[in-house]
């Protein structure tokens, strides 16, 4: 789909912080004309049923593209894809999961062009890397769930600024798997790649995901960085 055929923002009614603006701004791009012949019920379902999704589908967009102005117009992007396509879903199965794979494909297809290459991390950094055990190694009054300890400690800003900071195909497991809450089933439907994929991309990223924890948590002194400490004689 062109850029020229996205419903143009009114700058001066909507501006591109108001979650109001942009839910108005995507449920009306099914209202335009267009080459679709869906019936006026079949219409009034894919609105009735599309709009609840709106604010899972923009907080991935936001992690996706790491920029509002974009995951605004990914949404939009994936409402009008999704409702002129609408004929061929069948009803009854999991409409979020077909909406994701949509948002996924645009995402892929349209603006990871705009950005460079995704940062690409190797094997052996995350493979062996747990939490639990670097922080009970660290600090030895860290009891029963210090993993669970550091997330309390941490904000929320910065849980979700170690998601967005994970290379793409991790960072996209992550989100449909522990933020949104898919199945390994539904996530190899939407990322269109087998399920022992999505099973060894959600590992490695939630091994690297905890690691930059890590990180976060010695950066708040959270947790004491064993290697700035000097040797005692």
């Known amino acids: ?22 839910r108005r701004r995507a449920a009306s791009t099914v209202a335009e004309p267009t080459a679709v012949n869906l019936s006026s019920a079949d219409k009034d379902r894919f609105v009735e049923d599309a709009a609840p999704l709106l604010d899972p589908l923009y907080s991935a967009a936001l992690r996706m593209t790491r920029n509002p102005a974009d995951a605004e117009d990914l949404v939009q992007d994936t409402m009008l894809r999704a409702y002129r396509s609408f004929d ?3 009803p009854g199965t999991n409409l979020k999961a077909w909406l994701f794979r949509i948002m996924t494909n645009a995402y892929i297809n349209i603006y990871r062009k705009r950005q460079r290459e995704p940062q690409q991390i190797s094997q052996e950094e995350v493979e062996d890397f747990d939490l639990y055990q670097e922080l009970k190694s660290h600090d030895p009054q860290w009891e029963a769930t210090p993993e669970n300890i550091v997330l309390d400690r941490l904000l929320d800003a910065d849980i979700v600024s170690a998601i967005e900071d994970l290379p793409e195909q991790f960072r996209f497991a992550v989100i449909l798997s522990d933020v949104e809450g898919f199945t390994y089933a539904e ?11 999505v099973m060894s991309r959600l590992h490695r990223g939630r091994k690297a995901l905890q690691k930059r924890l890590l990180q976060l948590a010695r950066e708040r002194g959270i947790v004491k960085d064993q290697s700035k400490q000097q040797p005692t004689t």
Do not use: L, Q
Request: charged share 30%.
């Open 187 to 197: 996530m190899a439907e939407i990322m269109d790649v087998p399920m022992g994929t």
């Open 1 to 22: 789909m062109s850029p020229s055929k996205r419903t143009p923002r009114d700058s001066s009614s909507c501006s591109p912080s108001t979650r109001r603006c942009w």
């Open 88 to 90: 061929r879903f069948e």
